[in-house]
């Protein structure tokens, strides 16, 4: 057994994080990218001043067999994590399924552990050529892309959700997006309007929607089979 999973925080209980199923949720420690509308920035260090042992973990979800249904690895970006593969496992063969939250930062271990999970809530930033305006780093955008690819590919129950701070995106900008995602063929994709409470960039002011917000919902509701806007 190597190096046990970091984990900077848990939620206990939500009906929220997996379609569906009362889960629990593991933030995993540590993420690649800094985007600037992040509301959990003290899970980007690889190692956090609240981490849980995963032992202590292990102990909480084993009071839980029969009561939740499943488990997210969430984070900061739990692929990252060489541990990951382990902890998923534990947590099958407690009868848990499991759902993984993810913006694809390596591609090649994103596509590695696609084949151990139930359910993926996938993060797309931007379009590629966009990404680095929001994540800070470059090639971030060929990263998250090549993830969705892989995604699409194995057929595994998904979503497909942006954050939009409308600093970092317009309307026309988003539409773009969605129409090369439902090409892809994406079915499923969600809109999260930015929590502007705590973000890792300061200089981020409050989110303004665009007149015409209402029209761009609508407009995505015919686009993709299932369209979800979350406030």
Sequence with gaps: MGAALRVGGMVPLTTLDFPDHLACVLFCQGCGWRCRYC?????IPSCGAEERSWQDVLGFLEQR???????VFSGGEPTLQLALPDA??????????VGLHSAGIKPRLFRQVLPLVDWVGFDVKALPEHSTLITGVEGSGKANWKSLEHLLESEVAHECRTTVHWQLFDADRLWDMAQRLRALGV???AVQCVRTSRMLDETLTDSHPPYDQQKLWDRMGTLFPTFVLRG
């Design 65 to 71: 067999v029969g009561l939740l249904e499943a488990v």
């Design 88 to 97: 998923i496992a534990q947590v099958r063969s407690m009868g848990f399924k």
């Design 187 to 189: 079915e499923r994709f």
């Design 39 to 43: 509301h959990n920035p003290q899970l």
